[in-house]
């Protein structure tokens, strides 16, 4: 029985020398699925989507329906977590973008504006605070942070609150006021930040220029009528004219002058108009061949009658655009003034010439004596004064009152449907220019 009790022996010591010490196991512990997004982040995040209305955008339910389903899932199944980060990651895009440069893109939703669209946010760089941080306030700061925007802001809680077909004072329904505050916040977003604290803004449809410098002032504007409207474009006035000539375009002479003198060529001359042949020689009214209309080029001299009136500001544009006084004072009392061929006819021009120049005060100072002498001059600016000529059918009022104006070239309801998802039909975009 020896060998067997010492076979048992061996046995039982090499099972002592593989039995594990206390407080050990042989299994391997599976690391848990961690998710990128805090959950105090996340809760930011939806409360940002959810908020996304009050900018004027469109609601986001199809995007948080996916992402608190996706959230759900996560927290039953761990491994769900990589697709809730994905559909975090997606919406935060999604708003980022839209509050960084606006949630359409101009060239489709409004082809006649020409400005260049605001830079996107860079993303994949704000991703990781996103995730970790307050994604709510890192959004807020991609919008535009101008007094204007936040009054366009306001006033859409305001008029969201009333009750549908509620009319203001001036006639205009909530409907119509909530699209042109929204379409308003859209565009501007599409602008680029930030914009100079020295500028002319243009408000097309509101027609009115607002000097944003020393001497803040808005002027009425008559701009381009319905079948010759007005593109919006950036351009920089770099000097001030007076007494200009003005050579109307080949347009405005074959489609209203040329049949005007043709009947009576003493008008031509009444309204200062002198007429050049294909060598660019000045001839008389009695020598011209009305059946060659191509072979001459009209020239209107300085003076009282002039279209251009007497101060033209030069801002150098593909349009051939710019903005002037005008001989037909009485039209700035109407209150549609969609009227011009797509030039913007100023009414103090005066005023604003003296704003623009008054760091020169040389020129500034006798702008009166110099058009007095019924010659073209030009004073250049100090520095070039951007303008920006936008189609904005609201605008801060100043004291928490907005100025509503029509949607003239319906640019709006075409720029809502886009905004809104809806198919529209393409716009087609007119000549323009006065010159």
């Known amino acids: 029985m020896r060998p067997a009790f010492l076979l048992?022996?061996?046995?039982?010591?090499?099972?002592a020398c593989v039995v594990?010490?206390?407080?050990?196991s042989t299994t391997t512990s599976t690391p848990q699925p961690e998710s990128a997004w805090r959950s105090s982040s996340l809760e930011s995040l939806l409360s940002a989507a959810e908020a996304a209305p009050a900018h004027g955008l469109p609601p986001l339910n199809?995007?948080?329906?996916?992402?608190?389903?996706?959230?759900?899932?996560?927290?039953?199944?761990?491994?769900?977590?990589?697709?809730?980060?994905?559909?975090?990651?997606?919406?935060?895009?999604?708003?980022?973008l839209a509050y960084s440069q606006g949630v359409v893109d101009p060239a489709v939703a409004d082809p006649a504006w020409a400005i260049p669209r605001a830079t996107a946010a860079d993303v994949d760089s704000l991703l990781p605070t996103a995730r970790q941080g307050d994604a709510t306030q890192l959004l807020s700061a991609l919008l535009p942070q101008d007094a204007e925007y936040a009054a366009l802001e306001r006033a859409l809680a305001i008029v969201t609150g009333e009750p549908a077909?509620?009319?203001?004072?001036?006639?205009?329904t909530r409907e119509?006021?909530?699209?042109?505050?929204r379409s308003s916040l859209e565009r501007r977003r599409w602008l680029p930040r930030p914009l100079p604290p020295s500028r002319l803004e243009v408000r097309v449809p509101?027609?009115?220029?607002?000097?944003?410098?020393?001497?803040?002032?808005?002027?009425?504007?008559?701009?381009?009528?319905?079948?010759?409207?007005?593109?919006s474009f950036l351009s920089e006035v770099t000097s001030v004219t007076v007494n200009p000539a003005w050579t109307p375009p080949m347009r405005i002479v074959k489609d209203e002058l040329w049949p005007r003198f043709r009947r009576d060529p003493a008008r031509a001359v009444a309204e200062g108009f002198e007429i050049f042949d294909a060598n660019g020689q000045r001839i008389a009214w009695a020598d011209v061949d009305w059946t060659r209309r191509k072979a001459y080029s009209l020239r209107q001299s300085p003076g009282p009658r002039n279209a251009l009136g007497r101060i033209r500001f030069d801002m150098p544009n593909r349009y051939a655009i710019y903005m002037h006084d005008t001989p037909s004072q009485g039209l700035f009392a109407r209150a549609d003034r969609a009227l011009s061929h797509g030039c913007i006819r100023t009414e103090n021009p005066f005023d604003l010439a003296r704003a623009l120049l008054a760091e020169t005060p040389s020129a500034a100072g006798s702008l009166d004596a110099r058009i007095a002498t019924n010659?073209?001059?030009?004073?250049?600016?100090?520095?070039?004064?951007?303008?920006?000529?936008?189609?904005?059918?609201?605008?801060?009022?100043?004291?928490?009152?907005?100025?509503?104006?029509s949607d003239i070239y319906g640019r709006d309801a075409k720029l809502i449907a886009r905004l809104d998802g809806r198919a529209v039909r393409a716009q087609t975009v007119a000549p323009a220019g006065c010159a």
């Open 176 to 181: 119509v006021r909530l699209d042109h505050l």
């Open 206 to 231: 509101l027609f009115d220029v607002r000097y944003f410098g020393a001497a803040s002032a808005v002027h009425r504007v008559i701009v381009g009528a319905r079948a010759t409207p007005t593109p």
């Open 165 to 172: 077909g509620a009319v203001d004072a001036d006639g205009v």
């Open 20 to 24: 594990e010490p206390p407080g050990t």
């Open 62 to 96: 199809a995007d948080l329906d996916v992402l608190k389903r996706a959230i759900v899932a996560a927290q039953r199944a761990p491994e769900g977590l990589a697709e809730q980060d994905a559909k975090a990651d997606a919406l935060f895009r999604t708003l980022a």
């Open 8 to 15: 048992f022996a061996f046995v039982m010591v090499l099972a």
């Open 375 to 405: 010659t073209t001059q030009t004073l250049d600016l100090p520095a070039p004064v951007p303008v920006y000529v936008l189609y904005l059918t609201a605008a801060d009022a100043g004291g928490d009152a907005i100025e509503y104006g």
